[in-house]
């Protein structure tokens, strides 16, 4: 039996189990990926209070030494389902089922797709949603990406350090990121935006070869190259727990800054969870609210 099973183990799962551990808390984490969820994947982390600046693996690293350290138990594999009976939850992976006296969600959010014909098939053959990861692979080449927000912003300045040119083409005809990063883009001579513009096929055999898109005009074109980078947002991924938690209408799971779910005993943090803000700090502050709730409901418990 364990106290607590953490479901994902980015900022908000590991600051989470942090707070249980140092509770006395035994804390098992269920990743179905890689630890740090979205921050991992992030060139730069510059808005963490007293962190000047700091790599977003570097981040995620340090933060699971941090509980690993303290005994958190960490396994690979992919909760499908959460039940619970006579107070005790069920934890169903691909691979085991586990019991807890507590629950906390932190399954954060996948990106969104173009969901064009075969953009499945280019996946790894110059599709990529992630420059970090694969960025490198097209040194001194140029590139697409396509989105506005933080994530398309930071991936553009990272992709301009060692690729000629970033062909940067924008849904709408402004960005949605922070100033910082829309100012440094700005300086950069070797991205070059293509606003309010749509993309409807990519092109090309086993490799992609192109992209065609239509600008504002609603005129079509079609622009070479072997790299598209998608970054147009993420989306949550929890109807495995519908039977817990209630769902709103993009599938966020509803929970106020109490972090507390319809069923006792369960609580989400991070991203997964209906907010106005999704940011490191706040998946954090999440993290703990959750994993000191979780400790308060086991002790409530143990005293009836």
């Known amino acids: 039996m364990i106290d607590i099973i953490i479901v994902g183990a980015g900022a908000a799962g590991m600051t989470a189990a942090l707070y249980a551990l140092r509770s ?55 909760v499908t389902q ?28 996948k990106h969104k797709h173009l969901n064009l014909p075969n953009e499945t098939e280019f996946v790894g053959h110059g599709v990529s949603y992630c420059a970090v990861c694969d960025g490198a692979f097209f040194k001194g080449k140029e590139v697409a990406l396509v989105g506005d927000a933080n994530s398309a912003l930071q991936y553009s300045l990272l992709l301009s350090n060692y690729c ?6 924008t849904l709408f005809d402004k960005f949605f990121g922070d100033e910082s990063l829309v100012k440094a883009l700005k300086t950069k001579e070797n991205i070059i935006v293509y606003p309010d513009t749509q993309i409807f096929a990519l092109n090309g055999g086993e490799e992609l070869e192109s992209i065609s898109y239509k600008d ?14 998608i970054a147009i947002g993420q989306l949550p991924d929890n109807k495995s727990f519908a039977n817990l938690v209630d ?58």
């Open 24 to 78: 006395g808390k035994s804390v098992l984490l269920l990743e179905q990926e890689t630890i740090g969820g979205q921050v991992a994947i992030s060139p730069r982390v510059e808005n963490f209070p007293s962190l000047k600046q700091i790599k977003g693996s570097e981040f995620a690293n340090n933060l699971f030494e941090q509980i690993a350290a303290l005994g958190a138990e960490l396994e690979l594999e992919k």
């Open 164 to 169: 000629p040119k970033v062909h940067m083409f």
């Open 82 to 109: 959460i039940t619970k009976e006579n107070e005790i939850f069920n934890v169903v992976t691909d691979y085991n089922t586990y019991q807890a006296k507590a629950v906390i969600i932190a399954a954060g959010v």
């Open 216 to 229: 504002k005009k609603g005129e079509t074109h079609e622009h070479k190259t072997e790299a598209l980078f």
């Open 247 to 304: 769902l709103d209408k993009e599938g966020y799971i509803v929970a106020g800054e109490d972090c507390a779910t319809r069923t006792e005993g369960l609580f989400v943090a991070g991203d997964c969870r209906t907010k106005k803000i999704r940011q490191l700090t706040t998946a954090s502050a999440d993290g703990a609210i959750a994993g000191l709730a979780a400790c308060n409901y086991i002790t409530n418990l143990i005293n009836k």
